[in-house]
Nanobody
Framework: EVQLVESGGGLVQPGGSLRISCAASGFTFSTADMKWVRQAPGKRLEWVLGINRGGDRTYFLDSVKGRFTISSANAKNTLYLQLNSLKIEDTDMYYC?????RGRGTQVTVSS
């Protein structure tokens, strides 16, 4: 069974940074295409960043280029998202996704 567990979210001031994580199990993580997506209540789901089995990154949102970085640690079956220079509009629930499966998410709130 595919399981994805996100963690590391929290409250941060504008301009601050966070690193969120996603612990994966139930599939071969090292050969998986993974992505981070986000969604706030009442808003549509947005794809943020993806990483494929070859380590290539894809930015789905222009607004995060130069600020967010996706990485993975295959030995730990863990996906990361480094969020820098955070803006109020980055406030969302962030989910990692493998194929059609997402975890429960981790809340990132940017507020002064």
């Amino acid at each position: 069974e595919v399981q994805l567990v996100e963690s590391g979210g929290g409250l941060v001031q504008p301009g601050g940074s966070l690193r969120i994580s996603c612990a994966a199990s139930g599939f071969t993580f090292s050969t998986a295409d993974m992505k981070w997506v986000r969604q706030a209540p009442g808003k549509r789901l947005e794809w943020v960043l993806g990483i494929n089995r070859g380590g290539d990154r894809t930015y789905f949102l222009d607004s995060v280029k130069g600020r967010f970085t996706i990485s993975s640690a295959n030995a730990k079956n863990t996906l990361y998202l480094q969020l820098n220079s955070l803006k109020i509009e980055d406030t969302d629930m962030y989910y990692c996704q493998y194929e059609k499966t997402r975890g429960r998410g981790t809340q990132v709130t940017v507020s002064s």
